[in-house]
């Protein structure tokens, strides 16, 4: 059974910073791209950030872009969610995700392309 555990989550004023890892069970991590989604309070799930298998090629959402930063180091078998600049709408429970496909060259932003998910991590940002 593959796990995803995200940490890294907790409460930081607006303008802080805050990095989420995402550590995974199995040995063929490298093999898939990689995502981050978050979910605020009475929101449906939002797609964040998704990172290739080989690290070489990432995709932001708008509202994110400038300000997060999405990583992998595949011999620790992480992903990384460096979050910069936060605002108050950043709030959420983030979650990564592994998609379903191997060494895919299309990076999505769509939940039902992710079949494996972390149980998430709180972040909270103060104004």
């Known amino acids: 059974q593959v796990q995803l555990v995200e940490s890294g989550g907790g409460l930081v004023q607006a303008g802080g910073s805050l990095r989420l890892s995402c550590a995974a069970s199995?040995?063929?991590?490298?093999?898939?791209?990689m995502a981050w989604f978050r979910q605020a309070p009475g929101k449906g799930r939002e797609f964040v950030e998704a990172?290739?298998?080989?690290?070489?090629?990432?995709y932001s959402a708008d509202s994110v872009k400038g300000r997060f930063t999405i990583s992998r180091d595949n011999a620790k078998n992480t992903v990384y969610l460096q979050m910069n600049s936060l605002k108050p709408e950043d709030t959420a429970v983030y979650y990564c995700?592994?998609?379903?496909?191997?060494?895919?060259?299309?990076?999505?932003?769509?939940?039902?392309?992710?079949?494996?998910w972390g149980q998430g991590t709180q972040v909270t940002v103060s104004s």
């Open positions: 199995e040995r063929t991590f490298s093999s898939y791209n």
């Open positions: 995700a592994r998609a379903y496909v191997t060494y895919s060259d299309r990076l999505s932003p769509l939940e039902y392309d992710y079949v494996v």
């Open positions: 990172i290739s298998w080989n690290g070489g090629t990432t």
